[in-house]
């Protein structure tokens, strides 16, 4: 599991901290169970992909308060000498049960499920929120410009708009597990293991005297993996200089690797370009594009016949533009002996500790899903939460990020397509099982 | 200077490293002058906010490439052993110019200039507009919070819903720069020294037989902080039963701090709710509100006279919900001894090193930026970039952050309060110097 920095648990709303020294107080820590879910879906979405698992287990199985962490609490003047002292023994000791990262997901379906002590259930809640809410953001934005891209290859090029250093990592993975083939973030392709990809920047074309110097500078030191950018002066200009440096790469037994259009109208460019690539017997070098991609752009400049070949996405992917959070929630469902759930307008939700079964039909794609109690098994689905941690230890490994992208890739085939849809997708079938209706009418 | 990690030079874009191997294979590294800047505004903006500043000096200062960095950059095949080498004594030797925090600025405004050898220069592109660009976009939307609410407190309840670990403790400090009162984010108030603060969760309510069991434990635990949450039954009843143990602290002694509302029509019921506070003696109990609130639904509720003393304000402001990233760029304008500057549709920008020079009207309020050159002193304007690293050597240390809070108030304070309308708010006059308008004339 890697990760760039150990976050420890004051990561952390205030009132986590201040509740659980409560319950200390009042000697209350039954097993509390919480559901880690999304309420509804935001505009044209249908579907969540998970992502994050990783990242949060990487923390808990190691949650200590540090002794600079128990002094600053300390010095806050709200905490007692005997709950520092509790919380200098804290670790985790309960039971998680998720999805697989990769797993698509759909609203109300907990994604997770933590069962602890309360005081260390409840204090996973703002840090699980952050960790799996940002990165399922970001895989189901990624999933569908991948969708809408239809085969072509989509980079993430999000790193410099992300909000902040975190984020421009969990972007480049969250990304990559969704079918992005690349990202331009090195430190991301160092810390998670993903190809790394680059173009070059105005800057460098501005830099010489003319276009076709910058671009011949650019091939000589990159023979097999040079893209030259041709807009800084004139698109059709620069496809002409990129043109000859590619007959001269090809009489040195070299390639072209590409071009990439950053402004100006796409598909009218890019068949342009593609004309005097192909006029110039550069039939193998590909048309980049880049500058405010996301699933729309894609999707509109592919209905104009654009030839482009592969997209860099950036700020409008890093940060889920059109859709900039998830209204994911963390809630009690099970105290003691009681299931719980509450009754405030807009936010009430299913009681009970639960399970999500998955039904496929005979063409091998997902028809529904069924929302039930933790302890059921229903006929021909298949139950999505696997507990990976019991007793705080760790019982089902993470597969690795090549693996998890494998296993979405795989459940993103079986997805009905009208529900991939990315103006107008089908709702996705989910019900609740008669058992946990059931449960529902004796919740206190 | 506090930060939670050390970043370091390969939180970058690949491109920044290909094209500088390209500049020392070529043995190009002239003096190359960048701009920091944002194009345009989002919906509603008329200002921006900086901030950033000392985390990214932080970095800058102390840029160097690891070991590991490097033999990750050589698995990649893409680098020579003497590319490898130079990058291995690499610091940063150049020159910056910026806006102190808490400065406002304006569109194509530069809040920054770097000057260095091209390779130094280039390399830190990415990860300023990273750092600068997402404290600055979570600053502007605090002060419009802050502005909304009239002089009633704000906090930062965002935690949970920023863009991952980073975004959250950026959130917290850019709203506290920009008048927020407090975090609930425990890790950023130990980092950065704000103040934290928080209620408690339905969960707390929840546990608890009935709701005023659960008052009265938290109440026993926090005989000064106690701040209830009433909700998660009913908020009237909820108001009631606070109202109880109000009544209770008070005879001990003690004060209940607050109430807070977190669903159904705020305004109707923080009237109701205060009336039944009032009723009870509790004149001095405040009454908090949350639940997707941000610089809109302050106004509104504000407008509809609502009894709201505080506002918790979380998602929406710490992804900037409304406008969730800003067009920060980060251009070439000067490279060797020509001004540059490029033609791409809809990029274009201002070429040169740049000063910004502020008038101040009579009666203190700011009356319009003029964009000059680095070199020019305009008359009864006041320069606003000002050198704080020379030579590779911090010039200026960053103030600490109480002193950048008071600065942005005082700054606040001046610009025209129709420049301040959450809604439609006026432009602020920015001209451009004729020194400046001259040398665009002539650039390459």
Redesign the interface.
Known sequence: MKQ??K??P??????????A??YF??N?N?E?A?SLFVRGYPENRSYYVCAGLEEALFEILDYTFSD??LS??EK?G?FTVDFLNHLNRFRFTGTIRAMPEGSLFFADEPVMEVSAP?IES?LL??FL???V??SS?IATKAARCVYAAGGRNVVD?S????????????AARSSYIAGFAAT????A??LYDIP?????????V??Y?NEYDAFK??S???PT?TVLLI????TIEGAQNAAKIGIEMKKRGESLVGVRL???DMAVLSREVREILDDAGLEKTEIFASSGFDEYKIAHVIGQNAAIDAFGVG?KL????DA???D?VY??VH??NRN?T??????AYLAGEKQVFRKTGPNGKYTGDIIGIKEESIEKATPLLETVVKNGNIVIEPPGIEAVRAYFAENFARLPDACKDIDSPAPYPVSVSHNLLNIQKHH?
Not at 159 to 170: F, H, P, S, W
Not at 184 to 187: F, R, T
Not at 318 to 321: E, F, K
């Open positions: 760039l920095i976050i420890g004051i990561f952390t709303d205030l009132y986590e901290l201040t509740m020294q409560c107080a009042e209350i039954d509390a919480f600079q962490d600053y609490l806050t709200l309360i409840q809640e703002t929120i952050n960790i809410g940002f953001l090029f790193l410099r708009r992300d909000q902040g250093v975190d984020a421009g990592l969990k331009s973030n090195v430190m392709g160092k790394v990809s680059g173009t070059m920047a105005h800057s460098f501005s830099i005297e500078a650019y000589k030191n990159y993996k807009d800084t002066h004139d950053d402004s100006g700020t890093g940060v889920s533009a900039p959070f998830l994911m809630k009690l105290f003691g719980i509450k009754k405030s307008p807009g936010k206190v």
